[in-house]
């Protein structure tokens, strides 16, 4: 099987068709929307006070900063969807003092395009690739109430209509969403998503918050050892620096940072394996998907259900 990111689900043999989405390896995108942050806008709510104040006070030094360390995507969601990516991290978010009712991504800062802005792209998209399924994990909501929540959720079952797959679905394969029409699961980590039919619950995310290779492979193996949930889950193949190791590496960016660990976790990652399996991995998410190869190798990893006739 070629590796054709754009259609890849489409293009999987047919005895692939009858797997649950929940075997399959899936690439994902840690931090989907980072590629768009907006250097000049507020701190998120969460941010500490001390950094806010020397936000304040030196925003020459800290917001290039910011900027290097928290932009962890650089393609568009459109190029993301294209080379295979079919889950997306993706942080809401309301801004302080804001007197729309416009959501944000975030990470640190603020993205500078609207969540519903992205989300009709991605709706758009799958028009045109019936049979690609992704799956959507909102999360944070950070300055979000009530009443924000209400009409983000009716945004999403507008925009996304009958292609929302249900929570209550159990035949997750190929096979069946395609003849239901279903194109998306959406994950929404909030208490306002327990009434409404089309929202899933939290999908656990492996984060193993470590600076290196061997750090993350580590923590990967001693999670997988413990075994892995029933249902969806993420391996987050991302790298991650405090603000000690950034201070001290000025020169550095979360870019050169992963992409000099590349080599030791995309060796670590073809010997993976998909499926129901004790230690089988399901989505595996990273950084800077699109000039690192992560799609091709998570998608390739699915031909090994043949192989080893997990499948039957």
């Known amino acids: ?150 009409s983000f959720i009716f945004s999403l079952k507008r925009m996304f209509g009958s292609k929302l797959c249900p929570k209550t679905e159990s035949n997750l394969t190929l096979r069946h969403l395609w003849a239901s029409g279903y194109q998306v699961i959406l994950s929404y980590e909030s208490q306002e998503a327990l009434e409404y039919k089309e929202l899933w619950p939290e999908i656990p995310y492996w984060w193993a918050n470590k600076r290196t290779a061997d750090g993350v492979m580590s923590y990967m193996d001693c999670k997988k050892h413990s075994g892995r949930p029933e249902g969806f889950f993420v391996c987050g193949l991302n790298l991650t620096a405090d603000r000690c190791f950034i201070t001290k590496n000025s020169k550095q960016s979360l870019r050169t940072l992963t992409f000099t660990n590349w080599k030791c976790l995309s060796e670590w990652l073809e010997e993976q394996n998909p499926g129901g399996g004790h230690e089988s991995l399901n989505i595996i998410a990273g950084d800077f998907v699109g000039p690192l190869p992560l799609c091709s190798l998570v998608i390739a990893l699915n031909l090994k259900l043949l192989r080893k006739n997990i499948v039957n």
């Open 1 to 150: 099987m070629e590796v054709n990111g754009e259609d890849w689900m489409a293009a999987l043999p047919e005895e692939l068709w009858d797997v649950p989405l929940t075997h399959l390896a899936i690439p994902g995108s840690h931090d989907a929307m980072s590629y768009c942050l907006d250097i000049n806008s507020p701190l998120v709510e969460s941010e500490s006070d001390s950094f806010r104040l020397l936000d304040r006070l030196c925003c020459c030094f800290t917001r290039p900063t910011i900027f290097k360390w928290a932009t962890t995507q650089d393609k568009s969601i459109e190029e993301q969807l294209s080379v295979g990516i079919r889950f997306f991290d993706l942080r809401v978010a309301h801004k302080p003092k804001d007197s729309s009712s416009d959501l944000y991504f975030t990470h640190v800062i603020y993205t500078h395009l609207t969540v519903v802005e992205v989300l009709l792209c991605v709706a758009t998209w799958l028009r045109s690739h019936p049979k690609e399924i992704v799956i959507l994990a909102c999360s944070h909501f950070e300055g979000m109430n009530e009443r924000l929540h209400q």
